[in-house]
């Protein structure tokens, strides 16, 4: 590029000599702003290479007058979790289920620990709030299969139910109808009866022919009044609160099969901190009552 160079007609400006098929570059300067921002950026850079982490050397690299290093950042926020989970966790062992509940702060722990392990691990069946489904039961509300005390709620968790732990919490209605242990009449006055039983309106004489064959066959179970037994997990009958429906086809589909519900053992799976945190969890949510 030597002499002067050629200019543009139209607009004035030198060209640069580039040339393609009669199309000329023109040799605008760089705007003002690009200028200052790309020496701001050369600024930038070597303040930056003084005060942080920046050149690789042979024998490491400039550690830059910050010392700022995430891998320590990271290090010292999980000591310092670690700490805080430690002295709450540890009290957490040792306290009784009464005690985590009558200390605010402890229960407060307990209430987040437990609430995390339950969307990870119970929701699934319990659904996400706890509130159940057909065959799961609501642990939001105070009727309870198995006891809805502390001890009893840890009970449950620790050895399951028909779940084949050696210690489970174990009971087994009769497929009465499957199994061919009472004739198909039987089992529809039975259904009446157990309408009956639950304050709805029902057909008299199925309801009496009903009541002694009640007695003899469900009543060591749901006890002589239908009002249920937490040592068997016989349900209340005379309540609102169905496992598996309200309606006569749920309740005979029940005495015809003779479900049992499975829920796991977590004895093996959990601490026995983690544990006390779910018990803690699900009876302050139930309401906290019995
Ligand atoms: C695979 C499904 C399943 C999972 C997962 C599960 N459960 Fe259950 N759970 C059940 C079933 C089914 C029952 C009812 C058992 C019965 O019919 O007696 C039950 C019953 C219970 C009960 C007794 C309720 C009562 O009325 O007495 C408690 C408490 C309970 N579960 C807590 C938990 C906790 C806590 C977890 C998570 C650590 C969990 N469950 C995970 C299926 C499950
Ligand atoms: C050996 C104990 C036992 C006997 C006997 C028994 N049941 Fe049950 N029954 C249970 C259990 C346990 C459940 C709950 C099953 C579960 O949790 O999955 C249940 C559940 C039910 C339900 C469902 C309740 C609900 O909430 O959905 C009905 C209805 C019922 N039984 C009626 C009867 C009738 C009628 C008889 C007699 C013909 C009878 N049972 C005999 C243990 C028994």
Not at 52 to 57: T, V
Not at 183 to 191: F, G, K, N, S, V
Not at 266 to 271: A, Q, V
């Amino acid at each position: 590029m030597s002499g002067p160079r050629e200019k543009d007609e139209v607009s004035g400006v030198e060209t640069t000599g580039h040339e393609w098929d009669g199309i000329r570059e023109l040799d605008n300067p760089l705007p003002r702003w690009w200028v200052w921002l790309f020496y701001a950026c050369i600024a930038f850079a070597v303040v930056y290479w003084v005060l942080m982490p920046a050149w690789p050397g042979v024998h490491g690299y400039t550690h830059g007058i910050l010392h700022n290093s995430a891998r320590a950042t990271v290090a010292e926020d999980l000591r310092a979790l670690a700490a805080q989970r430690g002295a709450e966790g540890a009290k957490l062992k040792s306290a009784s289920l009464e005690q985590i509940e009558a200390d605010p702060k402890l229960q407060a722990y307990a209430l987040a620990q437990g609430q995390s392990i339950f969307g990870d691990n119970c929701a699934t069946c319990h659904g996400q709030g706890g509130t159940g489904g057909k065959g799961y039961p609501n642990l939001r509300d105070d009727v309870w299969l198995w006891g809805g005390k502390l001890e009893d709620i840890q009970h449950t968790i620790t050895v399951g139910v028909r779940s084949g732990d050696p210690d489970a919490r174990m009971s087994q209605m009769p497929a009465f109808g499957r199994d061919g242990m009472l004739p198909a009449t039987q089992i529809d006055d039975l259904t009446e009866y157990v309408v009956a039983l639950s304050h709805r309106k029902a057909d008299a004489g199925s309801v009496a022919r009903a009541a002694p064959i009640f007695q003899a066959q469900c009543s060591a179970c749901h006890g002589p009044e239908g009002k249920g037994n937490q040592a068997f997990g016989a349900p209340n009958l005379t309540d609102a609160d169905w496992l598996y429906g309200s309606d006569r086809t749920s309740i005979h589909d029940q005495i015809w099969n003779g479900r049992g519900g499975v829920m796991p053992a977590w004895g093996h799976r959990f601490d026995a901190a983690t544990i006390k945190a779910l018990a803690v969890y699900i009876h302050v949510k139930s309401g906290g009552g019995q």
